[in-house]
């Protein structure tokens, strides 16, 4: 007998600004934790680098969750706002100017993730 696969789930949305948004967000965090590694004093720009490598990442995947409709990917963008959301509250505490860069580009993608997920809620 015969199995059938489960149907393969298409949204039919248009996502291209959010997966911009998305990588955008993630080329800015990639900037911002190698700019903070050329700082003279690294040790207090540790937890920004982290959370920068954490968000970039974040945002690499759901772009690419977005770009292939995978049907966890409403569900993913919650995890990515928050990521968003942390990287720029980190980021905002610093005086560079590659703080500064990555902290707006995280607000745009932290509100732009939330916007689109709505009120997803993870099961």
Avoid: Y
Avoid at 8 to 35: F, P, R, V, W, Y
Avoid at 50 to 66: H, Y
């Amino acid at each position: 007998m015969e199995q059938q696969q489960p149907g393969h789930h298409h949204s039919g949305h248009n996502h291209e600004s959010l997966i911009q948004t998305l990588l955008d967000c993630a080329k800015a965090c990639e900037m911002c934790a190698a700019a903070c590694l050329d700082e003279d004093n690294v040790t207090p720009m540790a937890h920004c680098i982290e959370l920068d490598r954490d968000c970039a990442e974040i945002c690499l995947l759901g772009a690419k969750l977005l770009m292939r409709d995978s049907e966890l990917a409403h569900k993913f963008l919650v995890i990515c706002e928050e990521a968003c959301r942390k990287c720029a509250e980190e980021c905002g505490m610093h005086d560079h100017d590659h703080c500064k860069r990555c902290a707006e580009a995280c607000r745009r993608c932290e509100q732009a993730c939330h916007e689109h997920h709505g009120q997803q809620q993870m099961k």
